[in-house]
């Protein structure tokens, strides 16, 4: 029987803001994944990018119900990358030799982590991951290019104004800049980085000297900032799944308890939101949210998986898409799973799912042609 289960490498942690959600997101998914069907190696990246293999000690502790992963530093288990080694020698360690991996699960949130870097790592070794491909995952990563794409597309998104770290930091600039979103907006604005996710350096600023505060936090995250518009909405979720044909979910909504849905909302305060499935919506609502939802997944390159994020106006209940996540939280008041769940995928049968995905993507690249010599491919 073990010879027949599929090894897939859980890889999580990361050099990212949302370092410690990813290891609650990973023990989740390890422990949802089919243990007649999987056999799971984890393998932790510290907070400086270091790869390790973990020991079965710590597969151990996940099963018997720890809330998150840790990363055991072992030098003699540092992981390296094999290109081109294939599922056969996907990764390799001093202690183990080479290592067979049948299709990697990175479950990493932010920098590093869903931005196309790691993809493109995975390409190299040709091996199959969960989640969007490296031009997916960057659109995703990056909000403006995610809303130039969807106005291309004749989706409705909420305005915004952009802003590079050079810009702002000429005065000059920078108070074209502030009158421009004056003219343009209303106080209260909201200022996010255009890179990162989960709302990390994302804050409220209410008059001109905390939009100053505001810009100069979140260009600590990244060198390009949106400024936009308070939108008085409810905000509302929609899960897609799939590569070539999407299917959109159940969407939910998020009530959040604090000003806004912000970091600490999101993984901190237990009940820093409550979650609502489905989502308090008419008929036609759901449909346009779905619809708009597979529409900007297709704009944005995307596949495996994501979560679209849509503002509903209170007054006029216009839809707005916000932003999205390639790889949104897998813990257990994430959205993602629930909203699937609702529309009737188990948590372990979304596993199966996304690594299904993975492999036909996978077999997909590897059918093309990649060689050329003497006009004859």
Known sequence: MEKSKKTVAVIYGGRSGEHEVSLISAASVVRNLDKEKYKVLLIGIDKQGVWYLQNEAELR??????????????????????????????????????????????????TFGEDGTIQGLFEMVNVPYVGAGVLGSSIGMDKEIAKILWLHAGLPVVPFISVRKLDWASTEKR?????????????????????????????????????????????????????????????????????????????????????????????????????????????????????????????AELSGLSRIDFFVRKDTREILLN?????????????????????????????DKLISLAQERHEQRNSRNYSYKNGKY
């Open 61 to 110: 502790r996940c099963l018997d119900g720890a809330a998150a992963l840790e990363i055991q530093v072992d030098e003699t288990r540092r992981i390296s990358a094999v290109c081109g080694g294939g599922t056969k020698e996907t990764f390799s360690t001093p202690a183990t030799g080479p290592i067979t991996v049948d299709v990697v699960f990175p479950v990493l949130h932010g």
């Open 323 to 351: 932003e999205v996540n390639t790889m949104p939280g897998f813990t257990t008041i994430s959205m993602f799973p629930k909203m699937c769940e609702a529309s009737g995928l188990s948590y372990p049968d979304l596993l």
């Open 175 to 299: 108070k074209q800049i502030i009158e421009r979103a004056e003219r343009d907006f209303m106080y209260p604005l909201f200022v996010k980085p255009s890179c990162a996710g989960s709302s990390v350096g994302a804050s409220k600023a209410p008059d001109r000297p905390g939009l100053e505060q505001a810009v100069a936090e979140a260009l600590l995250w990244d060198d390009k900032v949106l400024i936009e518009p308070f939108v008085p909405a409810r905000e509302v979720e929609c899960s897609v799944t799939g590569n070539e044909r999407p299917e959109a979910y159940t969407p939910g909504e998020i009530i959040p308890t604090h000003e806004f849905y912000d970091y600490e909302a999101k993984y901190i305060d237990p009940d820093g939101a409550a979650l609502l499935i489905p989502a308090d919506l008419t008929e036609t609502e759901f449909r346009t949210i779905r619809e708009i939802a597979i529409k900007a997944y297709k704009a």
